[in-house]
């Protein structure tokens, strides 16, 4: 909603929205700013006399943030006030000329799909995904990273499912993140940590504390 007033007006329908209009309506609200970021007004929030917004405003744009939650990871659950980003998004990826789906599911050594139910069981969206692209190795990055198969929750609030190919993609970047932490290299010493530093991260009596620091980035580590 805060997108749309801001962007677009409250009676345009965002399912229809073209890119061109998508970057008329924010050059229109560009337009009207002052020069000042710090003074912009953003959609119902104003500003006070002292340049901040009201607490109880942004508790209860929090709230509301908090009691829509986001759509899960998967084919058609981009919320329709996306759709100009999502369009953009894929213009992006054709312009980097970005890998499809399939080469980047062999470099992180995962098997290729095979088939377009194989990237979604849904039979809808496989055959839409056949009538766009013909062949399964032409799927783009972009398209293809929402439309694979998520996950399914094990219980409720599971917390993130995506597709494995995103998966897989979070796991290296963690990995990455933590070969390249010098905390956890060539920094992993008492001179660094100091002794007590350094001792503690070996101790055991803590699960919860030698699972995060210590054990954790060992597996990682050793990956």
Not at 71 to 87: K, L, Q, V, Y
Not at 134 to 145: C, M, Q, R, S, Y
Not at 180 to 197: E, H, I, K, Q
Request: charged letters at 15%.
């Amino acid at each position: 909603m805060l997108t749309q007033s801001i962007l677009v007006g409250p009676t345009v329908n965002a399912a229809t929205l073209t890119v061109n209009d998508f970057f008329t309506g924010l050059g229109k609200w560009m337009a009207i700013q002052p020069q000042d970021p710090a003074e912009w007004s953003v959609g119902k929030l104003k500003r006070q006399a002292d340049g901040s917004f009201a607490d109880s405003d942004l508790v209860d744009l929090l709230t509301t943030a908090t009691d829509n939650v986001a759509g899960a990871f998967g084919a058609r659950n981009t919320p329709a006030i996306m759709r100009a980003i999502e369009m953009l998004g894929v213009q992006q990826d054709r312009q980097w000329n970005l890998a499809t789906l399939n080469e980047l599911r062999s470099f992180f050594k995962l098997k290729p799909h095979a088939t377009f139910l194989e990237v979604n069981s849904d039979p809808v969206i496989a055959e839409t995904l056949e009538a766009l692209y013909g062949n399964v190795d032409d799927i783009e990055l972009h398209v293809g990273l929402r439309v694979e198969e998520a996950k399914q929750p094990v219980l409720p609030g599971s917390g993130l499912c995506p597709g494995f190919t995103i998966a897989t993609a979070v796991l290296a970047d963690a990995v990455a993140l933590v070969r390249g932490d010098r905390f956890y290299t060539v920094d992993y010493n008492p001179a660094s940590l100091t002794n007590f530093g350094y001792t503690f991260s070996l101790l055991t009596t803590y699960p919860d504390v030698n699972f995060l620091v210590v054990t954790m980035p060992r597996v990682l580590l050793s990956m």
